[in-house]
């Protein structure tokens, strides 16, 4: 079983930073995917970005590319999401997910482990 827990989230004025944690533990992740979803109120989950856990390709949506760094560190086994020039529409609950190895998708329907989420809120 695989344990995933967020940590980071908070206010932020229009403009800022933040870097989101995800530590994961319970089993060893070789191949696996690591991904950040978000929700907004209303909306449904959409993905943010991923990282094959061995050789980190890193995979973006249109939305926070240029601006959101994912990375990770095997010796720790964490999964970090930096968010650079934060817009108001970045505001939603960030949630960390894993996949087991296979094709990287953008359906939260492919990743069978999740986080509770952690609240990212920016300001106008």
């Known amino acids: 079983q695989v344990q995933l827990v967020e940590s980071g989230g908070g206010l932020v004025q229009a403009g800022g930073s933040l870097r989101l944690s995800c530590a994961a533990s319970?089993?060893?992740?070789?191949?696996?995917?690591m991904a950040w979803f978000r929700q907004a109120p209303g909306k449904e989950r959409e993905f943010v970005t991923a990282?094959?856990?061995?050789?980190?390709?890193?995979y973006y949506a249109d939305p926070v590319k240029g601006r959101f760094t994912i990375s990770r560190d095997n010796t720790k086994n964490m999964v970090y999401l930096q968010m650079n020039s934060l817009k108001p529409e970045d505001t939603a609950v960030y949630y960390c997910?894993?996949?087991?190895?296979?094709?990287?998708?953008?359906?939260?329907?492919?990743?069978?482990?999740w986080g509770q989420g952690t609240q990212v809120t920016v300001s106008s």
């Open positions: 997910a894993c996949s087991p190895p296979r094709p990287v998708v953008t359906s939260a329907a492919g990743y069978d482990y």
């Open positions: 319970g089993r060893a992740f070789s191949s696996h995917i």
């Open positions: 990282i094959r856990w061995t050789g980190g390709s890193t």
